[in-house]
């Protein structure tokens, strides 16, 4: 018996090969290739068999197929990924709007309560006010009497001179 040879590998077999490996090692694809990466998978097992009884049109066809399910597979695992990165988005969105939303409502508390303070402090300005006010008229009210005292006072005071003057006359 002679030596029996190994066929030449097919180069566009090999180029099949590494596509898939390819996605295969893409783990954010790969995660994601579903039923599309199988069939891919298997197209390509296909059309890498040896098989003597095969024709050519049909190896061409075999590896033409298989090339448009790796790149099927491929598009269809880059789908996925920007849903998910799509979805991923949305939550980072409304995370952030709830997150500002909070910001605001905790801002319009802390302005609420600083007014709260300030009206707290104006009501005490006021009646800190309204005593001192009330202390100024008590205190004006005694000078008037003061007054009104010390002219009767000198009136008397008077009356009680022009007496004298008289009684010394």
């Not at 890498?48 to 790796?70: G, H, M, N, W």
């Not at 205190?139 to 003057?165: G, I, K, P, Y």
Request: charged fraction near 35%; hydrophobic fraction near 40%.
């Amino acid at each position: 018996s002679a030596c029996a040879t190994t066929p030449p590998v097919d180069p566009r077999i090999t180029a099949l090969q590494e596509k898939l490996m390819t996605l295969e090692n893409n783990e954010e694809l790969a995660s994601r290739g579903g039923e599309a990466l199988k069939t891919a998978r298997t197209a390509v097992q296909l059309a890498s068999q040896p098989d003597k009884k095969v024709k050519d049109q049909e190896k061409t066809f075999r590896i033409y197929t298989a090339d448009r399910l790796i790149q099927t597979a491929e598009w269809s695992a880059r789908e996925t990924l920007a849903e998910d990165l799509r979805n991923d988005l949305v939550k980072e969105h409304d995370r952030l709007v709830l997150e500002a939303r909070t910001m605001e409502a905790d801002r319009a508390r802390q302005q609420a309560l600083l007014a709260q303070q300030s009206a707290a402090e104006a009501l005490a300005l006021r009646e800190q006010a309204l005593l001192e006010a009330a202390e100024a008229q008590r205190l004006r009210d005694e000078a008037e009497l003061a007054r009104s005292m010390a002219m009767e006072s000198q009136v008397e005071a008077e009356s009680l001179a022009a007496e004298a003057r008289t009684q010394a006359e």
